[in-house]
């Protein structure tokens, strides 16, 4: 089944403790886009400015994944991050940060989108989410991001939204902001009764937690010796989680197992390289090769 | 089999955000002690002093587990050790810390000790690790623990140590100290690499990390919301793995990977409470039953 994402699409400057990439590819909705379309049919909506390098939007076309709900914004600047890892390869430094087209994005969904049964709300304003949620009334399942920055300045909407969403996916860190409880286990379930069905809560390198109304279990990160940039990790995670969902068409609890740890796997593959370097070079077979690795780490 | 294991037994002051606690029983070898009766006799080798209340060795004997190496010095005062834990649980301080006759503990292991084939060297001095070593040339599986102290102090020894022994297992701050390297899956390969057929690192509330030759896993921790007092959580997981491997009476990967997880398990209860008092109120049907839960956890 098609898969329609709201997010940013940006150009990344990166800095790692080896190595530098300027305007590169990112964006939390590039990096979902990308993983997802490993699965199913991916529906992009985003806003870029007009220097948006072409080829970019190439790239995510050469994926199937259906650009039309990219505006161009004529004489608008993309939005810019600039971030540095320090050396744990784990925190980061924000350097810069440009919104510029971002700051008055306004999704309007074209109408195949609104009719799509599965929709990812990539990290962004809380009242904006609440919007384009608006715009999709039939959907089955609705998963939401947020990050610290809308906890702080948008409680209420986010609140609003952790009523209508079916599913909230979050780091450690927001989890715990959100909360006031650093044990995680109470933070995730403390969320899910806000509201949504679940919640995941994103851990890096130590793996993601989920917490439904009859379970709760957390999944190890895939080990990698191989960390070249995190950037996008936690965006490829949500990639491929719904991504799966969205390819089974379902979402009951051994789906959703499993759709998670299909999001772990392609988080794994993105830290591999900047950008969707790493990404671009696999197939559905690497994701499944990996996966039987995955299952046999876990088996005993 | 019979499992040996020479460590510390003190006397813990511990303070967490809510709750404080006064000379309870702690030490590295009392809690693997404890962990490891659930699955095999165990013998203990440990020293305190005259101020040690009789109680606590009757707590352990009740456990089956062999106190007749523990030797009682005449006028000395047991080690003592006083922590905080800060807010999130996992960070602590050590306020204060007294070696008292631990300082100048020769371990002598009593003859029938000395022809056991499982050898447990729990957190001490690589020193005195060695001497123990040297005791026992006949054992099948000799296994060590490590701190920050003594990879800081007494690095030579260590490094002779790493060359005899079987495995070693490690706090993740203590691998990246040892190797300098901060990706956790490199710094165990490159400890495997100085001598040891098997690394575990251990992460605390993030799980568990193997290194053997043929494989290296992640296994999580036990997710619980009730998390009391961490103290002796990384012993009693050394305690439940080596227990586990000492009853099944081998070391093959199945059977690693198997203790791996009922050292987690056992790690799981005793945070749940200050001291032993967790553990010494669960049997070993509880462990067992919560290693379905986490096998079926584990499984999509």
């Keep these: 089944m098609p898969l329609v994402v709201v997010g940013s699409v940006a150009l990344d400057s990166v800095e790692t403790p080896t190595e530098k990439r300027e305007n590169v590819l990112g964006g939390s909705a590039t990096f979902f886009s990308y993983a997802a379309s490993y699965f199913t049919p991916v529906r992009l909506v985003s806003v870029v400015g007009d220097d948006w390098p072409e080829q970019y939007t190439e790239l995510l076309r050469q994926r199937q994944i259906d650009t039309s709900g990219l505006q161009v914004v004529p004489g608008g600047k993309t939005f810019r991050w600039r971030g540095k890892y320090l050396d744990n390869m784990n925190d980061r430094e924000t350097l810069d940060v440009q919104l510029n087209v971002i700051d008055n994005f306004d999704p309007v969904l074209p109408e195949d989108y609104r009719r799509c049964k599965f929709l990812f709300l990539a990290n962004g304003s809380a009242v904006l989410q609440m919007k384009v949620l608006r715009q999709c009334p039939g959907a089955q399942l609705t998963v939401a991001d947020t990050m610290d920055l809308y906890i702080h300045n948008e409680l209420d909407a986010l609140r609003e939204l952790l009523g209508q969403i079916d599913g909230l996916v979050?780091?450690?860190?927001?989890?715990?902001?959100?909360?006031?409880?650093?044990?995680?286990?109470?933070?995730?379930?403390?969320?899910?009764?806000?509201?949504?069905?679940?919640?995941?809560?994103?851990?890096?390198?130590?793996?993601?937690?989920?917490?439904?109304?009859?379970?709760?279990?957390?999944?190890?990160?895939?080990?990698?010796?191989?960390?070249?940039?995190?950037?996008?990790?936690?965006?490829?995670?949500?990639?491929?989680?719904?991504?799966?969902?969205?390819?089974?068409?379902?979402?009951?609890?051994?789906?959703?197992?499993?759709?998670?740890?299909?999001?772990?796997?392609?988080?794994?593959?993105?830290?591999?390289?900047?950008?969707?370097?790493r990404l671009r070079k696999i197939q559905r077979e690497d994701l499944d090769q990996r996966m039987e690795q995955y299952e046999r780490m876990l088996s005993f």
Aim: glycine share 12%; charged share 20%.
């Design 170 to 277: 979050l780091n450690d860190s927001e989890a715990k902001l959100l909360t006031g409880d650093d044990n995680l286990v109470r933070a995730g379930e403390a969320i899910r009764q806000m509201g949504p069905r679940f919640v995941v809560v994103k851990k890096g390198e130590h793996g993601a937690m989920f917490f439904g109304e009859h379970e709760m279990y957390v999944l190890p990160a895939y080990p990698t010796a191989n960390v070249v940039d995190p950037t996008g990790a936690g965006d490829s995670f949500a990639g491929g989680m719904m991504g799966y969902l969205a390819e089974q068409g379902r979402f009951d609890p051994q789906t959703l197992k499993r759709a998670m740890a299909y999001g772990t796997l392609a988080a794994s593959f993105t830290v591999e390289d900047f950008s969707l370097d």
